[in-house]
């Protein structure tokens, strides 16, 4: 049986229509042109060597005027496959075809094996906490008026699914036929970059067209498994996922986001609340015309007819007078909130509650679990401000408020000071209850900029904010400073303040950092035995290779819960994930597993960046599924938590951990010819001209590697397809320990531990990704004679670690247990090869004759790389 039938008849259906839409605007030759290479492209993948330099000549000779149209063709035709992939993971027909089955099934089922008692399970359940935390880094390249067509696309496939008359067809196919024209007439990529609110509201979108949506769906379906499963459901206040968003509050390294901007978008946040509450109250309003009524709802209503309708009219009323109020407080920089405000979630949901109370009590059960509840439901996932804000900055911008106020008091430079010193003074003030900051004082512009932003946290209280992370926190005084810094702003809340370790050297310092943080009486006072701490996933692959970064991350979790379990602390860990899976990505499912026992105990927090938020929550059962997907992994880690590892693998995994960041290291950052090969080989200097994210894309404009987001270093490689960063050293590392006739020891790691298991399936997904082909084909046309030595090495060490991989993981194919996965890859390729040929083509023509370059080249090149970032799916 060809279980993926269906999917190619999606992606064909939505190929002729795209086809369509081209013959009507450019004619039968571009068409032609176009189907061309498609076929010489899928010819040249089937290993057809005349066919694959026919595609070269081709794409080198198309002339100025068919460059856009062409890429934009494949570029257009790779969103579209995305898209019915993404369909066909939640669809009726593709739902058979994908081996997982549902994910909460599995896990109860599993549960159900393995004998758990109900008591555990309920439990687990009731602690469970999953804090999603969507960020707008620069990797999102749909825009949302594309976003908003390839949702009404997917609605059109889940149509044609239904037994349809002819005449409900041809009406179908219409509207696709549509659809795909406007996508088509509408520019893919933005005139300019997006602002931090533009992203803020791109992640308004995706929980008004989407979020809103699953939440109570996969809630519902939780509580039918657990009853079914313990025979009791989920309480009425369960709010096992949260959102929270770093977008308009991530300030490190970007200039953009201001305290201004921060307090936009959370007014704005509340905004989006008001509103889409405001449209489920007037749909409950319209269905709860019931006349029973319970005492407590007839004290609030009084002696009327229709008591709940009443209720719900008049909170509605209330939400739209704030959202009224919010809509002039936008205009302005300050204006007084009136008192008669829904400010405070116990306002949205004392109504609701007190409706749903009422309708139990008159036997209207059925009623209650509605529409009502769904609505229950979000205001406790929800609340008012929708997404919780993260504020984060770079620990030497709060050292920077200190040392000008150190130096204004006469106090000398608190920047000179050693740890000692800058603890007792801020341990000192954090005791003091006067004032610290003198009202004379008037500090320079970036000083001013943080005490504005800790007084815009102090103003909008603790259901608007969630965590102040501290990025290149590497001391006990670096959260500290902080603390003082909210004390002073007069913050009423204990807000978590989360250190963020991100290197190597950050991450094999953090058990000493906490351990001396926690040995300070004041703070483990004040923190209430609850403690954040931020795992870096990006700058410690970057800096140290895969292998090295991810011990590194195992070790530090391990360590860090033994010691808040020693100061009987409660700790949350937050996952600073990417999309790829150099940045710590990769399902989630084996991600979360993978980790080491404990460390689930306090909740899950983990970043959804970028482009992943679309592929994972971009339509409503997808997201759905998604949701039940962290859901059953966090409660299989809690229930039935992997094995705490061997001393053996533990000896091993050190070896390759030391052995493989040695490898890496030795190209990236010792070998001369390597920046110059870099900066040849990729796109790299050109993808600053892709109006992505708001986020500049170095730190340093005029550093080399180490300077480099780790997002562009990541996305650079992709579109060369080497891969580099989620391979370069692994491989080594293997090889060595193969020699030592380690293979039986690697053998058992791969069968009994999670976490070595999945570090061996990201390498496969990695290497079937990879392709030297392409990458020696950028290398021909980009890469000077001199430096082409360095590529020619890096290729053959790829092409030896694919076969090492193979035989470890005792197979002849990449990815041969997950068809899935291989067949979305296989499919994309034929379509992406084109974009990689037409890029390195247009990377030639913009580098040597600058002459030639007309604004059609420098699109269809931004063109290609928005396309080939579509066809990676994981680009940074």
Known sequence: MDHYAA??????????????????????????????????????????????????????????????????????????????????????IGHASIEKPEPLQELFSLLQDKQLDGASVEKAVASLSIELVLTAHPTEVSRRTLIHKLTEI?????????ELTAVQQQKVELR?????AQAWHTNEIREQRPTPVDEAKSGFAVIESSLWQAIPDFLRELDTKLIASVGKGLALDAAPVKFSSWMGGDRDGNPFVTSKVTRQVLLLSRWKAADLFAQDLDLLSSELSMYQANAALKDVAGDVSEPYRLVLNKLRTGLLQTRDWLTEALKHDRLQRPQDLIWHNSQ????????????????????????????????????????????????????????????????????????????????????????????????????????????????HGSEALSTYVISMAGKPSDVL????????????????????????????????????????????????????VMIGYSDSAKDAGVFAAAWAQYSAQEALVAICQQAKVQLTLFHGRGGTIGRGGGPAHAAILSQ??????????????????????????????????????????????????????RDLMQQLASDSCEAYRAVVRHN??????????????????????????????????????????IFAWSQNRLMLPAWL????????????????????????????????????????????????????????????????????????????????????????????????????????????ILQAELLHRVRHQPERVNPMISRALMVTIAGIAAGMRNSG
């Open 154 to 162: 997917a609605a059109c496939l889940t149509e044609l699914e239904q």
């Open 596 to 649: 080491p026992p404990g460390s689930l105990t306090g909740g899950l927090r983990v970043t959804e960046q970028g482009e992943m938020i679309r592929f994972k929550f971009g339509l409503p059962k997808l997201a759905e599924r998604s949701l039940a997907l962290y859901a059953s992994a966090v409660l299989e880690g809690l229930l039935l938590p992997p094995p705490v590892p061997k001393q053996s693998w």
């Open 176 to 180: 696709l036929s549509e659809l795909i």
């Open 672 to 713: 001369p010819d390597f920046v110059p090969y870099f900066r040849a080989a990729t796109p790299e200097q050109e993808l600053g001209q892709l109006p992505l994210g708001s986020r500049p894309a170095k730190r340093n404009p005029t550093g080399g590697v180490e300077s480099l987001r780790a997002i562009p270093w």
């Open 481 to 532: 400073a902080v603390q003082l810094l909210l004390k002073e702003a007069g913050i009423s809340f204990a807000m978590p303040v989360a250190p963020l370790f991100e290197t190597l050297s950050d991450l094999q310092n953090a058990p000493d950092c906490m351990q001396r943080l926690l040995s300070i009486d004041w703070y483990r006072g004040y923190i209430n035995g609850k403690q954040e």
């Open 348 to 459: 949205l949901l004392d109504p609701l509650l007190l409706c749903y109370q009422s309708l139990l009590d008159c036997g209207m059960q059925v009623i209650a679990n509605g529409k009502l509840l769904d609505t229950v439901r979000r205001a406790y996932a929800f609340g008012l401000t929708l997404l919780k804000l993260d504020i984060r900055q770079d620990a030497g911008r709060h050292a920077q408020v200190f040392s000008e106020l150190t130096q204004h008091l006469g106090l000398g430079d608190y920047a000179a000071w050693d740890e000692s010193a800058r603890q007792a003074f801020l341990l000192a003030e954090l005791a003091n209850r006067r004032p610290l900051f003198p009202k004379n004082w008037q500090p320079g512009a970036d000083v001013q900029e943080v005490l504005d932003t800790c007084e815009i946290v102090a103003r």
């Open 7 to 92: 999917l190619r008849a999606n992606v064909g259906l939505l190929g002729t229509k795209l086809g369509d839409t081209i013959r009507g605007q450019l004619g039968d030759a571009l068409l032609e042109r176009v189907e061309q290479i498609r076929l010489l492209s899928k010819a040249a993948r089937q290993g057809e060597e005349l066919q694959a330099d026919k595609l070269k000549q081709v794409l080198r000779s198309l002339s100025d005027d068919e460059l856009l149209p062409v890429a934009r063709a494949f570029a257009q035709f790779l969103n579209l496959a995305n898209l019915t992939e993404q369909h066909h993971t939640i669809s009726r």
């Open 729 to 836: 050293g692994a491989g080594n590392a293997l090889a060595n320990a193969a020699a030592q006739d380690k293979t039986a020891l690697l053998d058992e790691m791969q069968q009994q531990w999670p976490f070595f298991a999945t570090r061996m399936s990201m390498l496969e997904m990695v290497f079937l990704k990879a392709d030297t082909d392409i990458a020696a084909y950028y290398d021909k046309v980009l890469v000077p004679d001199e430096l082409k030595h360095l590529g020619d090495s890096l290729r053959a060490q790829l092409a030896a670690d694919r076969a090492l991989l193979l035989k470890l993981i005792h197979s002849d194919t990449l990815m041969s247990k997950e068809s899935w996965i291989r067949e979305s890859i296989m499919l994309r390729n034929t379509y992406v090869d084109p974009l990689h």
